[in-house]
């Protein structure tokens, strides 16, 4: 059953507040009827409008186009809090997709006169974003990308598809990932396109396993005209671009999953104190006790590799190995510590009603989107050496 | 320049050839046919190039033929690194 929404928090985020806090006071607007959400997998609208007031879109974006100014530290720690305080799995990724799939490369990258028109309501979450960059044949073979983007006159005609496209279904503005040149790095070129250009076509909400309530669509170009002026960044910069933006779609949807497992263990810690089998808390068993240590040492793990992955990649230093062994960390974590959590509350656990099981199959999609964990240790290996 | 061939040489070294035979290494020598450097190790080297030189991104020409060898990289990197006063 749905419930008419309720303003907990009706004012603007302090510009002083530390950004983990940004997400707390609507703790309750946010966690209503997650079930049914998750059941019928349908967007939140109404929730959407307050991670809008949050202020959590705001953080990385300069002033001048109505952003926090923060760093990207600080937009870590606001997506943190976030997936502490939400229990909306598919939500948040909504809105850490919204930050990153667009808003940043065009501050990034941009010309002024496409941040003037586009920021402000990208980073008041009035415009809905996606990037497209996996195809139905190049899933994380991103530099050999089959879409095709030819120059004729002042614009470039796309023509082409893509496959998984997080926000797709709502998406108002797409950040495409096209080819403009041979096969290769130097080959890839990036444009900005509106939703309603003719010969853009999003197909219908693909059901899937988990973050059922952040939909995804195919979306697919047919001789898409798309003026010059609405390229992003030199035409063969497209990898650079997509490098730029990876480091932080890991930095940030992890950072989201971190909030998540904190949360997750606190909520396993306290089962653990308080549910009694044999005349005492479950916690005394070892068994029960030793696999929530392994959780807490999950847990951490995955902060001190966001923590130092982020300040490396604030620094301008070289992460290539840091971001692929982050990924495969934290989403491992997740996995891992969101059946742990099952076992641990047993056949509650098991029940749907109480959002572990959720968990779980919003754990997986982690260790797939962004590049699978095999791909990430492929890249691991690659740069040692093997 | 020979400075500066220097300098790209032993980031060459150290970030993908770390531990290997590198008397080959001259620089004409063909990083990218040769598999030295991939799709994926061009966007450290520009990443690196961009930091290290001062070089705007949008600065870089974004062409193979500036990337196939380490006096190649020198060579547009001293045409385009902002001149020291």
Known sequence: MT?????????APAPDLDPYELATPWADELNRDVDEFDARAEFPWEKWKTIRRSGILTVPFDTRYGGRGGTLTDTMRALEGLGYTCRDAGLGFSASTQIVSVGVPLQAFAREELKSRYLPRIVSGELITAHAITEPDHGSDAMNISTTARRDGDAYVIDGGKMFITNAPIADLFL????TGEPGPFGLS???????????????PL??????????????????????THR????????LILDH?????????FSLTL??????LERVIHQARTRRQFDQPIGRFQAVSHRIADMKIAVETSRKWLTDTGAKVEAGQDTAIDIAATKTVVSEANKSTALDAVQIFGGQGYLTGTGIERDVRNAVGGTIYSGTSEIQRNRIAALLGL | MSTLVDEIRSYVVTEFLDGEDTSDLTPDFDLIANGVVDSLGLVRVVSHLSRAYAIPVDDIPLKPEHFRSIAAIAGFVESARPAVV
Not at chain 1, 190 to 204: H, I
Not at chain 1, 245 to 253: A, D, N, P, Q
Request: proline content about 7%; overall charge positive.
């Open chain 1, 190 to 204: 990036v444009f900005l396109v509106e939703r309603d250009t003719p010969g853009l076509v999003v197909g219908e």
């Open chain 1, 3 to 11: 419930t008419a929404p309720v303003q907990s928090a009706p004012h």
């Open chain 1, 176 to 179: 495409l990932y096209v080819r």
């Open chain 1, 207 to 228: 059901a899937k396993m988990g973050l059922r309530t952040s939909p995804l669509s195919e979306v697919t170009f047919d001789r898409l005209r798309v003026p010059a």
């Open chain 1, 245 to 253: 933006v990876m480091k932080r779609e890991i930095l940030f949807s």
């Open chain 1, 232 to 239: 992003v960044g030199q035409e063969g910069a497209g990898f």
């Open chain 1, 259 to 264: 909030g998540e497992m904190s949360h997750r």
